[in-house]
């Protein structure tokens, strides 16, 4: 050890003679302490935010949109295509389009997606289409709809009721355009959590909806579920240049860019204004640095009269400052991690389901975010101890010593 690390764990373990000093001293480190913890608390609620969402997204959506200008007509081609490349899981046809539903007691328009019930469920993880049922016979009756649950409620219908789907996609005749008018029955209904989705989302069988738009055995795009979600720009941009024109391609990140930007930016003022008290805290490592200097006079007169350089008078400050920081860190990290674990196995904190998409807050606790929040404390105390630990080096032994 040397001996600047020595002196600057002894002026941080003895009572000092002014008691008004140790009290900083602690202050400090539960100044730290409490800002590392409350940083770490939030930014693992708001990571568990962020993920929970995420899940919710994906288990509605594709990874992966491919679509092409004008007709797509050719695309058992292209799933044969897309079942070969490297890291794609699943894909599956649909057409998309918007409508009106009627019921007995309600009207809505809705977002119809058709698709085909044996690949569907494969690229929509929250998809059961065995409930769907096409009209192709007379023997098979009257096709199936899925619907929505919040959609569903809009309408006043369940399970069993009979509905009528609109299209504008209808025919010329006398009186001039007719939309095309569809019977359906409910067979089923989802429940995302997002209401963006359950309140205007419903699927139908894919020939059912091209049928009713008259697109013949031509369907919107492709749907592609990939095995590593963060790798999805890239398949995407590697299967649109391997198509070529016209064929192009969204991934999930483009698709909701706005809202997980939205969530990063919160995220990072939400660092920035909890990383305020450890700012403060800093604050109180440097009053108490400042302090023990003037109290410390005649101890660094002496060092520097035994032949101590003001490099080493400078260390012994920045030890014993970065060694508060530290201790309080160490403290914040132990105590936050402990209330997210506690948080997330025993779920104690319920939230109102009238306001929120779940009842329970959601964290995660990511080994990155706490490496990042341990340096900026860090960093924090270091810039603290600078001033003091300066103005230490640059004290006179002559005009210490003198009386």
């Not at 997204?57 to 990874?63: A, D, F, K, R, T």
């Not at 491919?66 to 007709?71: A, H, I, T, V």
């Not at 007509?73 to 295509?81: E, F, Q």
Request: hydrophobic letters at 45%.
């Amino acid at each position: 050890m040397s001996f600047e690390m020595f002196i600057g764990g002894r002026y941080l373990r003895t009572r000092q003679k002014q008691s008004f000093i140790s009290l900083i001293t602690v202050l400090s480190v539960a100044g730290v302490m409490v800002g590392v913890m409350a940083l770490i608390i939030v930014i693992a609620v708001m990571s568990g935010f962020e993920s929970d969402l995420k899940e919710r997204i994906l288990g509605v959506e594709s990874h992966v949109v491919l679509m092409r200008k004008g007709s797509f007509s050719d695309y058992p081609r292209v799933l044969d295509h897309l079942e070969k490349t490297d890291g794609v899981e699943a894909v599956t046809p649909f057409v998309y389009t918007q409508t009106m539903l009627r019921s007995r007691s309600g009207l809505s328009g809705a977002v119809l997606r058709g698709v085909d019930p044996e690949s569907a469920g494969g690229v929509i993880k929250n998809f059961n289409g065995a409930s769907l049922k096409k009209s192709g016979t007379p023997k098979s009756g009257t096709p199936g709809i899925i619907l929505g649950r919040e959609l569903a409620r809009n309408l006043d219908v369940t399970e069993g009721k009979m509905i009528y789907l609109i299209s504008s996609r209808g025919m010329i005749s006398p009186m001039g355009h007719m939309p095309a008018m569809k019977q359906f029955r409910v067979t089923g209904l989802f429940e995302s959590g997002m209401y963006e989705y359950d309140g205007s989302l419903a699927y139908i069988h894919m020939e059912d909806a091209q049928k009713l738009l008259r697109m013949g055995d031509a369907v919107t795009g492709i749907e592609i579920r990939v095995t590593h979600i963060y790798d999805a720009r890239k398949i995407a941009d590697r299967i649109v240049k391997e198509l070529g024109w016209p064929y192009w391609a969204r991934d999930w990140m483009q698709m909701n860019q706005n809202l997980f930007s939205a969530l990063k930016l919160e995220k990072t003022v939400m660092f920035i204004i909890l990383a305020l008290i450890i700012l403060v805290a800093a604050f109180n490592i440097a009053s108490s640095l400042i302090m023990m200097v003037m109290e410390k006079t005649r101890d660094i007169a002496i060092l520097k009269a035994m032949g101590a350089t003001d490099k080493s008078i400078r260390r012994i400050f920045t030890y014993k400052g970065m060694a508060i920081g530290f201790i309080g860190t160490t403290l914040g990290v132990c105590i936050g991690s402990l209330l997210c674990t506690l948080l997330k196995h025993y779920k104690f904190i319920e939230l109102p389901g009238n306001v929120y998409y779940i009842t329970t807050l959601p964290v995660q606790l990511e080994a990155p975010d706490v490496l990042i929040i341990s340096f900026a404390a860090m960093v924090i105390c270091f810039l603290a101890t600078l001033y003091p630990a300066h103005q230490a080096s640059k004290l006179d032994p002559v005009e210490a010593l003198r009386y």
